[in-house]
C-alpha cells in the first residue's frame, strides 16, 4: 500500500504499516513513537536485518523514501548497513590505543572512506573514490598522519600534474580526509591540514586529448545540420546506444538518468506519457527542496520508451552481466566514440571496419548542450528551459517560485519534436 498518514497515525505501540511498493520499507511504532524502518535480508549471511532511517513525521515520507532507496543500494552492492552500523558504533566506543602506534596515512583515507564517503555517495562514487586514493596515496600511505609535511603534499599533487583533474581530485578529496581525522579526533588539533594550501589555483586542466593532441576545454553544440545528419546516422549504432542517444536529443535529460529508466517511471496520464525521475536520481539529489523530474515522452522517444518496456520487467537498459542493474553510463560514451573517425581501437565484430561518424568531435554529453541551444534558438523561455533540463532555479528563486511547467515542458519537447524531424528531412535532401 501507499503510505497513509491516518493509518499510521492510528497504529497501536507494537504494530507496523508496511509500504508494499517500497519493499522492505515500514512505519513502526514504540509507545510514543514512531520509525521509519528498513528491513531486508542480508547479502553476507541471508539472516534478516533492519535499520533505523528516522523517526515520524519529523523525517516526511519523500525523504523517507529517498534514504530507503540510498539503504538499498548499499545491500544491492553487497553490503550490510545494519552490521556496518554496529560496526561503527563498537569502534565509536573503543579506547583509543595508545600502544598501537602512530596513526597512518593509510588508515585515515580508510576512516575517511567508511565514515563519510560509504555513507554519503552512490555505489559507482563510492568506488571510484576508493579507486583513486587508495591507489595514489600509497607512496605516502605509511606515514604518520600528523607528522606528513607539506612538501611531502606537495610532491605527492606535483608528481599528477600532468594529469590535473586527478590531481584535483586527490587533492580535494585528502582535504576533506584531514578535516574528517580532525573533525573525529584521530587526528590532533595542532595538525595542519596542508591539502587545503598546497597548489591552489594551480592545477587547469588542458582539456581531453584526440588522436593526442590535447582539442582544449571548449564545450561542443552540435548545429542544426550536424544535428539533422546525427539523426539519420543513428541506425549505424547498435540499438541500445541509438535508443539512448534518441532519449539524450528528444528529451535532453542528463545521460545517468537515461540509462537507469525504469518501467515503474513510466506512467500515461491524461495528457500523454510521462517519465517521472526519483528526485534521488538527479543532480539536484542534495538539496532539499528539489522534487522529481518530469518528462513528458513525445514522438521518437514515446517510441523507444515503449518498446523497450515491451521487453522488460524493470530496467529499460538492462545490463549485460546478468546482474539486476541497468548498463553503466560509460557504455554509451564508449558506443560514441568507437564510431568517432579518430578511434584506434581494434573492431572485432567488423571484418570491414566500424562505421564513422559524419559528425565527429562530440560526446554524448554534447548532445545535451545542443538541445538546450536549439530550444532557445527556436524561443523556448529561459525558465521552461532549464525545467526540460532538470537545472533547479538560482538561490532565492527556487524557494519562492514551485510552479513545475509540465504543460510548459510538453508543448516545447513537442515543438522540439517537430524540429528534429524537419532537421533529419533537411539532411536527406
Known amino acids: 500500500m501507499t503510505f497513509d498518514a491516518r493509518s499510521a497515525k492510528l497504529l497501536q505501540a507494537g504494530q507496523h504499516l508496511i509500504l508494499h511498493e517500497h519493499p522492505g ?16 535480508k542480508s547479502p553476507v549471511d541471508t539472516g534478516m536485518r533492519q535499520v533505523k532511517i528516522g523517526e515520524w513525521p519529523k523525517l516526511a515520507y519523500d525523504q523517507a523514501v529517498g534514504e530507503w532507496r540510498k539503504l538499498k543500494e548499499r545491500r544491492e552492492a553487497g553490503e550490510d ?37 560509504d555513507r554519503s555517495r552512490k555505489p559507482k562514487g563510492r568506488a571510484e573514490v576508493r579507486r583513486v586514493l587508495e591507489r595514489e596515496t600509497e607512496p605516502i600511505a605509511d606515514r ?54 598546497i597548489m591552489r589555483g594551480k592545477l587547469r586542466s588542458k582539456g581531453k586529448k584526440i588522436a593526442g593532441k590535447h582539442v582544449g576545454t571548449q564545450k561542443r553544440a ?33 545521460g545517468a538518468e537515461i540509462v537507469a529508466i525504469e518501467k515503474t517511471e513510466i506512467r500515461e496520464e491524461a495528457d500523454g506519457l510521462w517519465w517521472q525521475i526519483p528526485k534521488e536520481k538527479t543532480k539536484n539529489a542534495r538539496h532539499e527542496n528539489a522534487t522529481d523530474l518530469r518528462v513528458p515522452l513525445v514522438g521518437r522517444a514515446k517510441a523507444v520508451v515503449l518498446r523497450r518496456m515491451q521487453q522488460t520487467d524493470r530496467w529499460l537498459f538492462p545490463s ?12 554509451i560514451q564508449s558506443g560514441v566514440y568507437h564510431h568517432q573517425p579518430y578511434c584506434k581501437t581494434v573492431d572485432k565484430k567488423h571484418s570491414g571496419g566500424r562505421p564513422r561518424l559524419p559528425v ?40 519562492y517560485n514551485v510552479y513545475g511547467y509540465d504543460a510548459e515542458r510538453r508543448e516545447w519537447l513537442t515543438a522540439l519534436d517537430a524540429k528534429l524531424e524537419q532537421l533529419a528531412l533537411q539532411a536527406q535532401s
Not at 236 to 254: G, H, P, V
Not at 320 to 331: F, L, N, S
Not at 365 to 384: F, K, Y
Request: charged fraction near 25%; proline fraction near 8%; charge should be positive.
Open 144 to 197: 604518520p598522519a600528523d607528522l606528513l609535511l607539506r612538501s611531502e603534499a606537495f610532491d605527492l599533487i606535483e608528481k599528477l600534474a600532468d594529469k590535473p583533474v586527478l590531481a584535483s581530485q586527490v587533492r580535494q578529496e585528502m582535504g576533506a580526509a584531514y578535516d574528517y581525522g580532525l573533525d573525529s579526533g584521530k587526528l590532533k588539533e595542532t595538525t595542519p591540514n596542508w591539502w587545503r594550501q
Open 81 to 117: 548497513p545494519a552490521l556496518q552500523k554496529r560496526k561503527a558504533r563498537a569502534e565509536a566506543r573503543r579506547p583509543p590505543a595508545e600502544s598501537a602506534g602512530p596513526y597512518l596515512v593509510r588508515q585515515l583515507v580508510q576512516d575517511y572512506l567508511a565514515g563519510h564517503i
Open 25 to 40: 520499507l515500514r512505519v513502526e511504532r514504540s509507545t510514543a513513537k514512531w520509525a521509519w524502518i528498513y528491513r531486508y
Open 320 to 331: 549485460e552481466t546478468g546482474r539486476d542493474e541497468p548498463i553503466a553510463q560509460k557504455v
Open 360 to 399: 565527429t568531435h562530440w560526446s554524448p554529453h554534447d548532445l545535451r548542450r545542443s538541445i538546450r541551444t536549439l530550444l532557445a534558438s527556436m524561443g523556448c523561455p529561459e525558465p521552461v528551459a532549464e525545467a526540460i533540463m532538470g537545472h533547479m532555479p538560482p538561490g532565492i528563486v527556487a524557494v
Open 222 to 254: 552540435l548545429s542544426e545540420p550536424e544535428l539533422g545528419g546525427l539523426i539519420n546516422w543513428l541506425p549505424n549504432f547498435s540499438k541500445t546506444i541509438a535508443d539512448a542517444l534518441t532519449l539524450y536529443l528528444w528529451t535532453d535529460t542528463r
